[in-house]
């Protein structure tokens, strides 16, 4: 059987007899992390590479060419939110069409198509002499670092891992963590050196070079978990059945607060510093707090996850963010910028291990790919309208302040309405996750494709898989 199984590309899962033996011993402890590491590290490496090389997509580091594009290309704040929105839109409804890709091609064909169109995005922005090009490059960017990139990363786990998946998420999206540490100042430096345009040029570069063959080589052998390997092939439900169930829509509300909130504050950080009347340093003083919370709550929330599962945990790491917003829009003093990035990182570190556990716990593996470009599409069309509605009420001359009446009811990114809101939201939205938490239901799927994880929430897992005969507990992860 292994022979194979290497010959068609694919490795039974190292820890195969390991959930073999707990699926009759319940109570049989996880894999210790050293072995894990060394057992899994390939499949681990890839899901960092795939996540980190997706942060050159990201707002944070799109952002700081901002300015740098406005200047040379004559754009206001308004007008940039604008273009920036549109592509990024036009991007998540592009990542809908194509999401699917990664439950049909290879893993090695998908990441090739991604870290392709990352370079030339980073190229085109580099050099980009019109705004035509600038808007192709930015769509690339988008397209491919938010969404092929990690996209591509979070299914590939989702599939590759079934026992331990909380703890392989939460290793691997450090790659996440290590993206937003380190690229903002390593772009900094680079464009000091080089001016932004020559940083986007050299980002292209290393992309093709070193990142894609390396990812490459990381994704060509598959990994089985025992779970699939006994069934023969992985159990899930189609998109359109889980774009029918109501319980989804409560479970992507749940994932929404966060990115929405934080993408406003980030892409107009400088004006809020200013508006403030903080150093511009404030906010940048406060990331490296943020990165050690995130690191820490990434490790915590991949054990959280296979202890209790993605479902138990939801509807309560959104408190930290909750508590984070009241303090930035009520506390003007520079130590809120510090507060809300601390606890900001609390619920960021946990929503990365959610977004890479949740889903496939509850939909199954066998059409991932369709469900998170779905998923994916949704969350982005509702993060995207805040920087242009923002932008086009800074352009209008309206208050940076919570006093103005005209930033409260887009929850704006205000200092106080945009985090009064924020807090209001994410009280709401965890509500919305406990209740559909706590609907018990099945999906209307045939005997092969049925989902037995979707019955008792807030129990440990025992998703994919039925009771020992004879015995009053689930059978251990497989």
């Known amino acids: 059987m292994l ?8 490795t039974m899962s ?5 959930s073999s033996l707990r699926s009759v011993h319940p109570t049989a402890t996880p894999t210790p992390m050293p072995p894990f590491l060394a057992t899994n590290l390939r499949w681990l490496a890839a899901g960092f590479l795939l996540l980190f090389c997706g942060c050159f997509g990201q707002t944070f580091v799109v952002a700081l060419s901002g300015g740098a594009i406005r200047r040379e290309f004559g754009l206001s704040d308004g007008a940039f939110g604008a273009l920036y929105a549109g592509v990024t839109l036009a991007s998540a409804l592009a990542l809908a069409g194509i999401g699917g890709l990664i439950d049909r091609w290879p893993a090695q064909r998908v990441v090739s198509l991604a870290g392709i169109l990352l370079a030339a995005g980073a190229a085109g922005l580099g050099l980009s002499p019109n705004l035509p090009v600038l808007a192709s490059s930015l769509f690339l960017l988008r397209l ?5 990139m990690l996209q591509t990363a979070y299914t590939l786990l989702g599939r590759w891992f079934s026992a331990e998946r909380g703890r392989a998420v939460s290793l691997a999206a450090l790659g996440l963590n290590a993206g937003q540490a380190c690229l903002p ?27 894609l063959p390396l990812a490459r080589h990381l994704v060509r052998r598959e990994r089985v978990p025992a779970e699939t390997a006994r069934s023969g092939q992985p159990a899930g439900a189609t998109r359109a059945q889980v774009l029918a169930d109501p319980s989804f829509y409560g479970l992507l509300a749940a994932m929404l607060p966060p ?10 950080q400088v004006h809020l510093a200013e508006s403030r009347g903080w150093s511009p340093d404030v906010i940048a003083a406060a990331f490296p707090p943020y990165a050690v919370a995130t690191f820490v709550f990434l490790l915590v929330a991949g054990r959280l996850v296979d202890r209790f599962s993605a479902l138990a945990l939801l509807p309560l790491y959104l408190v930290p963010f909750g508590l984070a917003c009241l303090i930035l829009g009520g506390v003007s003093a520079p130590w809120a910028a510090f507060a809300f990035m601390l606890l900001y990182g609390v619920t960021d570190g946990i929503s990365l291990t959610l977004f890479g556990a949740l889903w496939p716990e509850v939909y199954g593996t066998r059409h991932l790919g ?3 470009g779905a998923i994916v599409a949704i969350m982005v069309l509702g993060t995207a309208l805040g920087p242009v509605l923002s932008g086009l009420l800074i352009d209008a001359g309206v208050p940076f302040s919570g006093s103005s009446p005209g930033w409260a009811p887009i929850a704006s990114p205000s200092p106080e309405s945009c985090c009064w809101s924020g807090a209001a939201s994410s009280g709401l939205c965890a509500g919305a996750a406990s209740r559909s938490c706590d609907r018990p239901r099945r999906l209307p799927l045939g005997p092969s494709h049925r989902l037995g994880q979707v019955t008792a929430w ?21």
């Open 3 to 10: 022979i194979l199984q290497r010959r068609q590309g694919r």
């Open 14 to 18: 190292p820890d195969h007899e390991r």
């Open 144 to 148: 491919a670092g938010q969404g092929l």
């Open 185 to 211: 100042l390593g772009f900094v430096a680079a464009a000091g050196i080089l001016g932004w345009r020559g940083a986007w040029l050299g980002i292209a570069g290393l992309l093709l070079v070193v990142a």
């Open 259 to 268: 990115s929405f909130i934080s993408n406003t504050l980030f892409f107009h």
């Open 370 to 372: 369709a469900i998170r």
């Open 458 to 478: 807030a129990r440990p897992r025992t998703a994919g898989r039925d009771p020992v005969p004879g015995s009053r507990r689930g059978a251990c992860r497989g």
